[in-house]
């Protein structure tokens, strides 16, 4: 399976790496911002996408509205730091398909994606 | 559930379908033949009745007959005796004495014979026993007359031949007619016979025929009325059956409605089904109408009602996540997991006025029908105990940090200073509570009563200030933080162009916290006396010198104060003359000593880079000495530091943009540095912990000056050096 991780901060990429290589994903690749995620998802076609918020040049948020509509089956965590409860509906109703609160944790990151994986 | 209902109706079995056609079949066949039979009958008893019909007549005919032929045989025998013509007499005689020989011998042996209407007729056989008797004695009398009558029909018989014929004729005519009578009648009777012999068989077929046709309808309409009766009673049975499944199941709905009344009832939770729109179902806890407040909620839209209790923010947020509950096509996971109604605030208008703040936690269920959300089941619960008892746990938690911080803080304070900073705060404080308990705090309009409560904001400032000063003196950090909260506060308030009654809660709400970390110290300061030996914490408070003690707290305060500030000093005091100045008054001088210490490493002593680049050594000498005794009686003491003095310039500056002094206008330096003692002056560009709101000086002047009726006086040189000289009145000790 493949994972794209898409964050502006290098650490939490890193961190989501580390959660995550436990040999499920068999390829990962990363992108820092809103605009290079949609572009990388078309090249890359990932099973799944973590998804920060706040970011540069475009934000998470429009990012998953952008690859939704090129990809509707597209399966995206958002990850985010901001623990408004309006910004996780927000996320779900753009067509998010689980949100995660940061700080992240192995535990927290596995079941996300396995919930998001299982069917 | 719901049985099966079809009917417990018997099926009718195979042999019991297939005997109903074939009886009908049996029927139809022997109507067939029966009427083949009814056919046959009647047309053989038409036959026999025409066949007796026309032997009667012959028979009846027989009897004419004979009389014929004995009148034409008379009649030839007068015409020939009389010579006359006797022609038509013997063709008569011949004929008909011919045809009753055909016709008597038909009866006997069977033949064709001339029948009544003319045609020939085919005779049976007489087979009646009495007929053949007849006419076998008619045959016996009529054969030798027939012979003697065919000698004289041929009219060559002689006269005896003739008058033998007329003799035998004469003496048989009689017995030939009653015989012939007599077959007459019995022909009648056995004719009657056949005919009924005939008939009767007919007449049974004919009954049988009709019972068959009868039997027919008859046993359709009895198998149909069967079939309505065993379906009726079948119908009947499975209504039966129907109506007690229902009654159970009435009784089971009943029951289970009862229970769930029960529940709804007496659960200690708000539990009712919405619908696509939110409206809310017939059924619901009772319980929702007490967390909601109302009187009714079934049809209401729970979302009208969050409407109402809502902020907008959240309340869009609601809608929004009502759509995902009921859009099927999200993953109920999901959309639970992002519930953000779990502990939301509400403010329910209080009848009373103002409302009722309580904390309501939902939880949501989907039923589904098929692919499609039918309804959200939604639990309710009035959580607000829970939450706040989370707020008060984290409340003590935060009020244990802040007891242990206070706590850390006093532990290396000597009792006696402690005491001493414990009464200053509480002095301040009270000042604090004085000034803004004052009447005309309430509403000033006028530039001259903002102004007032300006001053008074300015008051309160000095106090805060002196707190800070004391507290950093004493290394208490955790009020040192406080007492800066609460200057940032006044700072903001006293930078309003208009200020009212509301901008003051602020400033009393940071006065109560103040006043409860007091009340936290003065508690742990007991405790904490408790735990130090008595006599050694009375020792020491008694014994400690006061200039010694102040002396060691300077230099702890300057040297925490120079390393926040990365600079470097040397404090050097006279412990004596702190000691004499000092003696009745230790408050007014340590507070003084503190903020003058802090407004020299603020503002005059160099960083030790900048120092050592104008050829002085990187740390800073600050003095405290003491200085002779003026001659009207006052003492002083002396604060001198080398660093760059006082900038001039900038106290120019700042002094003109906060229109002390008229821009550009001619003002003495002496002038110039008494702009420093006003409140609210301050050249630093950041204000900090140390110095920068500009209230130090103003604090020593309010002391020194105003409270104990002493001077001050500054010296300084640019770039070289900067001296307060503090002049207060002869200690009453010292006198003494």
Same mark, same amino acid.
Request: charged share 25%; proline share 3%.
């Given at each position: 399976m493949k994972l794209l991780i898409v964050d502006d901060s290098l650490i939490m990429r890193r961190a989501i790496e580390r959660c995550v290589s436990t040999g499920r994903f068999g390829e990962v690749r990363v992108a820092t911002n809103g605009r290079l995620a949609v572009e990388e998802f078309a090249r890359f076609k990932p099973d799944v996408v973590t998804m920060d918020i706040t970011m540069p040049e475009m934000d998470g948020l429009t990012a998953v509205e952008r690859i939704l509509r090129a990809n509707p089956k597209a399966n995206i965590l958002v990850v985010s730091a901001l623990a408004d409860k309006a910004t996780a509906v927000e996320a779900i109703k753009r067509g998010a398909s689980g949100f995660l609160l940061k700080p992240i944790t192995v535990e927290s990151i596995q079941a996300a994606l396995d919930d998001i994986l299982e069917d | 559930m719901i049985a099966d209902q079809s009917p417990a109706q018997p099926a009718p079995t195979r042999g019991r379908r297939l005997l109903a056609p074939l009886v009908y079949l049996s029927l139809a066949l022997l109507i067939a033949a029966g009427g083949y039979g009814i056919w046959t009958y009647t047309r053989d008893l038409a036959r026999a009745t025409d066949v007796n019909n026309k032997r009667i007549n012959l028979a009846g005919r027989q009897r004419a007959l004979s009389q014929r032929m004995t009148k034409a045989l008379l009649a030839y025998d007068r015409d020939t005796r009389a010579q006359l013509p006797a022609n038509a007499a013997l063709g008569e005689l011949s004929k008909v004495s011919g045809t009753f020989n055909a016709v008597i011998r038909g009866f006997d042996a069977g033949g064709t014979v001339p029948g009544t209407d003319g045609k020939e007729f085919l005779m049976p056989a007489v087979t009646d026993a009495e007929e053949k008797r007849i006419v076998r004695d008619a045959l016996e009398l009529w054969l030798p007359l027939y012979d003697r009558l065919q000698e004289v029909a041929s009219g060559k018989a002689s006269a005896e031949q003739l008058a033998s014929a007329v003799d035998m004729a004469r003496t048989r005519n009689v017995p030939i007619f009653d015989l012939m009578n007599d077959l007459t009648n019995r022909t009648e009777v056995t004719a009657r016979a056949s005919i009924a012999s005939a008939s009767t068989p007919r007449s049974v077929l004919i009954a049988i025929v009709s019972v068959a046709v009868f039997l027919i309808p008859g046993l359709y309409l009895w198998s149909r009325a069967r079939a309505e009766g065993r379906r009726a009673r079948a119908a009947l049975g499975?209504?039966?059956?129907?109506?007690?499944?229902?009654?159970?199941?009435?009784?089971?709905?009943?029951?289970?409605?009862?229970?769930?009344?029960?529940?709804?009832?007496?659960?200690?939770?708000?539990?009712?089904?919405?619908?696509?729109?939110?409206?809310?179902?017939?059924?619901?806890?009772?319980?929702?109408?007490?967390?909601?407040?109302?009187?009714?909620?079934?049809?209401?839209?729970?979302?009208?009602?969050?409407?109402?209790?809502?902020?907008?923010?959240?309340?869009?947020?609601?809608?929004?996540?009502?759509?995902?509950?009921?859009?099927?096509?999200?993953?109920?996971?999901?959309?639970?997991?992002?519930?953000?109604?779990?502990?939301?605030?509400?403010?329910?208008?209080?009848?009373?006025?103002?409302?009722?703040?309580?904390?309501?936690?939902?939880?949501?269920?989907?039923?589904?029908?098929?692919?499609?959300?039918? *309804?959200?089941?939604?639990?309710?619960?009035?959580?607000?105990?829970?939450?706040?008892?989370?707020?008060?746990?984290?409340?003590?938690?935060?009020?244990?940090?802040?007891?242990?911080?206070?706590?850390?803080?006093?532990?290396?304070?000597?009792?006696?200073?402690?005491?001493?900073?414990?009464?200053?705060?509480?002095?301040?404080?009270?000042?604090?509570?004085?000034?803004?308990?004052?009447?005309?705090?309430?509403?000033?309009?006028?530039?001259?009563?903002?102004?007032?409560?300006?001053?008074?904001?300015?008051?309160?400032?000095?106090?805060?200030?002196?707190?800070?000063?004391?507290?950093?003196?004493?290394?208490?950090?955790?009020?040192? !933080?406080?007492?800066?909260?609460?200057?940032? !506060?006044?700072?903001?308030?006293?930078?309003?162009?208009?200020?009212?009654?509301?901008?003051?809660?602020?400033?009393?709400?940071?006065?109560?916290?103040?006043?409860?970390?007091?009340?936290?110290?003065?508690?742990?300061?007991?405790?904490?006396?408790?735990?130090?030996?008595?006599?050694?914490?009375?020792?020491?408070?008694?014994?400690?010198?006061?200039?010694?003690?102040?002396?060691?707290?300077?230099?702890?305060?300057?040297?925490?104060?120079?390393?926040?500030?990365?600079?470097?000093?040397?404090?050097?005091?006279?412990?004596?003359?702190?000691?004499?100045?000092?003696?009745?008054?230790?408050?007014?001088? *340590?507070?003084?000593?503190?903020?003058?210490?802090?407004?020299?490493?603020?503002?005059?002593?160099?960083?030790?880079?900048?120092?050592?680049?104008?050829?002085?050594?990187?740390?800073?000498?600050?003095?405290?000495?003491?200085?002779?005794?003026?001659?009207?009686?006052?003492?002083?003491?002396?604060?001198?530091?080398?660093? !760059?003095?006082?900038?001039?310039?900038?106290?120019?500056a700042r002094a003109e943009a906060s229109g002390l002094i008229a821009p550009g206008a001619l003002v003495s330096p002496d002038e110039l540095v008494s702009c420093i003692f006003e409140p609210g002056f301050s050249t630093a560009a950041q204000p900090g912990a140390h110095a920068g709101r500009g209230m130090g000086m103003d604090i020593i002047k309010s002391k020194v000056v105003d409270e104990a009726g002493g001077a001050i006086e500054v010296l300084s040189t640019p770039g070289r050096f900067c001296e307060f000289r503090v002049y207060l009145p002869a200690p009453a000790v010292a006198i003494s």
């Open positions: - | 499975s209504l039966e059956t129907t109506y007690a499944q229902l009654s159970t199941q009435s009784a089971n709905l009943a029951t289970a409605k009862a229970e769930t009344d029960r529940i709804m009832e007496t659960v200690q939770e708000g539990l009712m089904l919405i619908d696509a729109n939110g409206i809310i179902g017939e059924h619901h806890s009772r319980e929702l109408l007490a967390i909601f407040r109302q009187d009714q909620l079934a049809g209401l839209s729970l979302l009208n009602l969050l409407q109402r209790l809502l902020s907008e923010k959240m309340f869009n947020t609601t809608k929004d996540y009502f759509g995902l509950l009921f859009d099927a096509n999200r993953k109920e996971k999901t959309v639970l997991k992002v519930n953000p109604l779990t502990d939301i605030e509400v403010n329910f208008p209080n009848p009373a006025g103002g409302f009722i703040h309580r904390y309501l936690g939902f939880s949501f269920r989907r039923i589904m029908d098929g692919d499609r959300v039918a *309804r959200v089941f939604v639990a309710v619960r009035d959580v607000t105990p829970q939450i706040e008892l989370e707020k008060k746990l984290r409340e003590a938690e935060k009020n244990k940090d802040r007891q242990l911080d206070i706590l850390v803080g006093i532990v290396h304070v000597p009792p006696s200073e402690l005491e001493s900073f414990a009464r200053l705060v509480e002095t301040e404080l009270d000042t604090i509570n004085r000034t803004l308990r004052a009447e005309d705090f309430a509403a000033a309009s006028t530039g001259a009563q903002i102004e007032a409560l300006r001053e008074r904001l300015k008051g309160v400032f000095r106090s805060v200030h002196n707190i800070k000063g004391n507290a950093a003196l004493l290394q208490l950090s955790y009020f040192q !933080k406080a007492a800066d909260a609460f200057e940032t !506060k006044l700072a903001e308030l006293l930078d309003h162009p208009v200020l009212n009654g509301d901008d003051f809660l602020s400033v009393v709400v940071a006065q109560a916290g103040l006043r409860s970390d007091l009340g936290d110290l003065q508690d742990l300061r007991a405790k904490l006396g408790g735990l130090r030996s008595a006599p050694a914490a009375h020792s020491q408070a008694a014994l400690a010198p006061a200039g010694g003690a102040l002396a060691s707290q300077l230099r702890k305060l300057v040297e925490d104060a120079a390393r926040d500030l990365v600079k470097s000093t040397q404090l050097n005091i006279d412990d004596f003359a702190v000691h004499t100045v000092a003696a009745d008054r230790p408050d007014l001088v *340590r507070d003084v000593l503190i903020q003058l210490a802090r407004n020299s490493l603020a503002h005059s002593v160099e960083s030790p880079a900048a120092r050592v680049a104008t050829g002085k050594p990187a740390a800073a000498t600050l003095t405290i000495r003491g200085l002779p005794p003026t001659a009207d009686g006052l003492v002083g003491l002396a604060f001198h530091d080398d660093g !760059k003095g006082l900038d001039l310039e900038r106290i120019r």
